[in-house]
């Protein structure tokens, strides 16, 4: 019987759960062995692998977060710790093992494929959506979900208040939930990476907006900008409105999984295992245009993930001419 593993590494998405109990399930449909890797790249190279089975995977799909852990790893960052998680892989007889996780992940799951002779697969699983090769990651939805209920809630509080609200998204260098929560949660402003931005078109229409009776704003900011406080003062110095910052923060990483992410997170992992039962070495399950495709992890490790041009279009219409 061949023996599999599965990983969730880097930053936790919502979904991760979802993925391990479909691992789980099918794994034992195709009579393979799955087994589970605690923590991370940490725990592959201290070894805290162990079996799994239908009872590991009960209940777990409602939860966000993963029940067998996630860990950021320094050590495996040195050849020889990496050495030491491949032999943990050999001395049980492991063949294949699935990561679930972000671009470093990746770049780290690179790194065994040329390192070894067994074989990896890996799953985009990030709420940043930054992972070039795929328009898709796990926990995106859940996360979009938790923000704009939280968008929701400020624009309550905004509009009888007569305020400017500066809330700031997650997504480290990209954009993508900014950009998205903006559009889908009525912002009046949108910052992000991607698209250069005039404060003072803003400030134009805002100006204009105020005296026609606009009572608030709300404001999306990328956290990769650095900006939120400072969006927050322009909008008392040069809007006249008092405003607040809401930093949401971890909140959007969490949250019970949207029906979105569990089916994700069910195909994702279907197209891991066939991918590996097909004999596929390095490969990264994508998805693009509704289908999925198991790229060569050369394609997607290194390589700068950019948001499609038709919904950065859409935003380039924030403060503009
Ligand atoms: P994410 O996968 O969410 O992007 P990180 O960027 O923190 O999260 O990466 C997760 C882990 O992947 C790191 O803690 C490290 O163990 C491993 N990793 C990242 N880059 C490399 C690399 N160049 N070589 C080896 N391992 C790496």
Redesign the pocket.
């Known amino acids: 019987m061949k023996k599999m593993a599965i990983v969730c ?3 936790d998405s919502s979904g991760m759960n979802a993925a391990l109990k479909r691992f789980v399930e099918y794994c034992i449909r195709k009579e393979i062995e799955p087994w589970f890797v605690h923590d ?2 940490e725990g592959l190279i201290d070894d805290r692998i162990e079996k799994a089975d239908y009872a590991s995977v009960a209940g777990i799909i409602t939860r966000g977060g993963t029940k067998i852990g996630s ?4 050590r ?2 040195e050849a020889h710790y ?1 050495k030491q998680a491949i032999a943990n892989l050999h001395a049980r007889g492991i063949g294949a093992l699935v990561v679930l ?8 799951m690179h ?1 065994l494929t040329q390192e070894s002779d067994l074989a990896f697969c890996g799953i985009p699983a ?1 709420i940043d959506n930054d992972i070039a090769g795929t328009e898709y990651c796990l926990g995106v939805d859940t996360a979009l979900n938790v923000i704009k209920d939280a968008v929701d809630a400020i624009r309550d509080t905004a509009s009888s208040f007569g305020r400017a609200f500066v809330i700031e998204t997650m997504g480290r260098e990209c954009g993508y939930l900014a950009l998205v929560s903006a559009l889908t949660g009525g912002a009046e402003m949108c910052l992000i990476p991607e698209i250069p931005y005039d404060l003072n078109a803003y400030k134009r229409d805002f100006l204009r907006e105020k005296a026609q009776g606009r009572r608030y704003f709300i404001a999306i900011v990328s956290e990769a900008l650095k900006k939120s406080e400072e969006v927050a003062k322009w909008f008392e110095e040069e809007v006249g409105i008092e405003s607040r910052v809401t930093v949401l923060g971890h909140i959007q990483r969490g949250g019970v999984t949207s029906v979105h992410d569990r089916l994700m997170a069910y195909r994702f992992v279907t197209h891991a295992v066939d991918a590996l039962l097909e004999g596929k070495k390095s490969s990264v399950i994508c998805y693009n245009d509704g289908g999925f495709e198991a790229k060569h992890i050369d394609d997607v490790a290194s390589k700068q993930y950019s948001i499609p041009e038709e919904l950065l279009s859409l935003a380039k219409e924030y403060g503009s001419e």
């Open positions: 590494s880097g930053g991370g790249y860990a950021r790893s320094k495996f960052m990496r996780g972000g671009d470093g992940s990746f770049r780290g790194k990030t």
